[in-house]
């Protein structure tokens, strides 16, 4: 069973897919109070951190690292300050928690402004970090609509595998998700 460290948790999201995916999480890292409520209900047992640059590397070492650093710098909707943004640049710590752990795996998920963030250049700063950390990675745009949620969510995932690009290419384009589910059923003239 893989173990799971998860930064930026929220309430939770990515880690529920991933113990339903058969994974364990062993600590997350969440600043927001009310979030952290939610996850201490239904995580009454895992370790709960409230302060990602108070993290250090004395924390339990797991096989994958998850995230979804905060997006308001990169997001369309707001003012575009990229990885330079006080709220985004946490993506710096993300990078620091994974390089003093070292896992297997690192798993990020972020808005699709992340892509034309001052111009492309933010994700080309995301992936090469990732790279000189010695992950091979791969990233995939998927939309929450074709996976059982009635609504339009895009997202991008990055999955990192230390030292093997092929397998975290695996990961995202595995054939049972290449075959394209449609997307769900809606009334004529409603909006996504």
Request: proline share 4%; glycine share 14%; aromatic share 8%.
């Amino acid at each position: 069973m893989l173990t799971v460290g998860s930064l930026f948790s929220g309430i939770g999201g990515l880690d529920l897919g991933l113990e339903r995916a058969g994974m364990e999480v062993r600590w997350q890292v969440e600043i927001d109070k009310a979030a952290q409520s939610v996850l201490r209900r239904h995580w009454p047992d895992t370790a709960l951190y409230d302060d990602v640059t108070a993290l250090g590397g004395d924390i339990e070492r797991v096989d994958l690292i998850c995230g979804g650093f905060p997006c308001q710098d990169l997001s369309v909707a707001g003012r575009r300050a990229g990885l330079a943004g006080k709220r985004s640049g946490l993506f710096f710590e993300f990078m620091r928690v994974v390089g003093e752990l070292s896992p297997t795996w690192v798993l990020i998920e972020n808005v699709p402004g992340l892509l034309s963030s001052n111009g492309g250049r933010d994700m080309g700063t995301v992936l090469g970090t990732v790279a000189q950390l010695g992950y091979g990675w791969a990233y995939r745009v998927l939309d929450a609509q074709y996976f059982g949620v009635a609504q339009r969510r895009r997202r991008v995932f990055i999955v990192g595998c230390l030292g093997d690009a092929a397998r975290a290419a695996q990961v995202l384009f595995e054939p049972e998700s290449c075959s394209g589910d449609s997307p769900p059923r809606r009334e004529a003239g409603t909006r996504v």
